[in-house]
Nanobody
Framework: QVQLVESGGGLVQPGGSLRLSCAAS????????MGWYRQAPGKQRDLVAT???????NYADSVKGRFTISRDNAKNTVYLQMYSLKPEDTAVYYC????????????????WGKGTLVTVSS
């Protein structure tokens, strides 16, 4: 079994900052890409940022220059540092990991956390 547990969400004023964390645990053989997605009320889930095991990053245009994704491979943990938050950043943020387990070492599969709510409001 694999679990992804997010933390760090909450209420913040416009212009503020938050840092999200997501730790993957369980029967993990290796972790490939990790990332963050978000889903605002009534909208689809969208990519925020991803990072490969080698550190290559990719960001949605809407967050470039404001958000930074990073990871600690030794801890199977990914972070999302968010600056200059806007009301339109309000959403449930989901952690994603593409990983191999000891039960399935040949192919990597997608795993998701349960999400953490970020609310940007004055």
């Amino acid at each position: 079994q694999v679990q992804l547990v997010e933390s760090g969400g909450g209420l913040v004023q416009p212009g503020g900052s938050l840092r999200l964390s997501c730790a993957a645990s369980g029967s993990i053989f290796s972790v490939n890409a990790m990332g963050w997605y978000r889903q605002a009320p009534g909208k689809q889930r969208d990519l925020v940022a991803t990072i490969t095991s080698g550190g290559t990053t990719n960001y949605a245009d809407s967050v470039k220059g404001r958000f930074t994704i990073s990871r600690d491979n030794a801890k199977n943990t990914v972070y999302l540092q968010m600056y200059s938050l806007k009301p339109e950043d309000t959403a449930v943020y989901y952690c994603n990991a593409q990983l191999r387990t000891w039960q399935h070492v040949v192919y990597a599969r997608d795993y998701w956390g349960k999400g953490t709510l970020v609310t940007v409001s004055s």
